[in-house]
T-cell receptor, first 113, second 113 residues
Framework: SQKIEQNSEALNIQEGKTATLTCNYT??????LQWYRQDPGRGPVFLLL?????KEKRKERLKVTFDTTLKQSLFHITASQPADSATYLC????????????FGQGTTLQVKP | ETGVTQSPTHLIKTRGQQVTLRCSSQ?????VSWYQQALGQGPQFIFQ???????GRGNFPPRFSGLQFPNYSSELNVNALELDDSALYLC????????????FGPGTRLLVL
């Protein structure tokens, strides 16, 4: 069955450093992959989308890579700030626009001042 | 804020009862998806509604049902509640079936005792 794995342990980094989060998947060929941010008690907020034929996407301090051979996506936050502390979710989607996103369990990032 | 609202914010029910959760989409969005998020897990896709018709469903039993109204607001109904139904229920709207970005509401926290 389809499986998505994100760093299960929380990631603690110092302010100003680059945070790198990993998303690995098996038994799936996604048409695209999305990253969301979720704060406690809130719904996920869309950050970035990358398609199967794209290698890298950037938005301000965020960068996402997508390697369909390794079946892996990396999510980077450069010059991290305490306000970046949250849970980050990766989500895969197949073709067909069914709206069905398959989410990983999320990685909690803590940025210390 | 995404413009997607959900009600109620919290709800406590007992096993065997029925519950109705409501979602108001972002203005102009005609597609709504519902997700269940257990504590410490990523959201799981329940189903999607497009122009008042269900057109995608995840691995949830028939006691999970929904409706979408002409104004594109939506309801999630769960019958015969079980303890494992305790979770955060999220709805997400999209401008259209063909759009990939989903805008999530804050969720309804359901506790089944």
């Amino acid at each position: 069955s389809q499986k998505i794995e994100q760093n299960s342990e929380a990631l603690n980094i110092q302010e100003g450093k680059t945070a790198t989060l990993t998303c690995n998947y098996t038994n799936y060929s996604p048409a695209y992959l999305q990253w969301y941010r979720q704060d406690p008690g809130r719904g996920p907020v869309f950050l970035l989308l990358i398609r199967e034929n794209e290698k890298e996407k950037r938005k301000e301090r965020l960068k996402v890579t997508f390697d369909t051979t390794l079946k892996q996506s990396l999510f980077h936050i450069t010059a991290s700030q305490p306000a970046d502390s949250a849970t980050y979710l990766c989500a895969l989607a197949g073709s067909g626009n069914t709206g069905k996103l398959i989410f990983g369990q999320g990685t909690t990032l803590q940025v210390k001042p | 804020e995404t413009g997607v609202t959900q009600s109620p914010t919290h709800l406590i029910k007992t096993r065997g009862q029925q519950v109705t959760l409501r979602c108001s989409s972002q203005s102009g969005h005609n597609t709504v998806s519902w997700y269940q998020q257990a504590l410490g897990q990523g959201p799981q896709f329940i189903f999607q509604y497009y122009r008042e018709e269900e057109n995608g469903r995840g691995n949830f039993p028939p006691r999970f049902s929904g409706l979408q109204f002409p104004n594109y607001s939506s309801e999630l109904n769960v019958n015969a509640l079980e303890l494992d139904d305790s979770a955060l229920y999220l709805c997400a709207s999209r401008l259209d079936y063909s759009q990939e970005t989903q805008y999530f509401g804050p969720g309804t926290r359901l506790l089944v005792l």
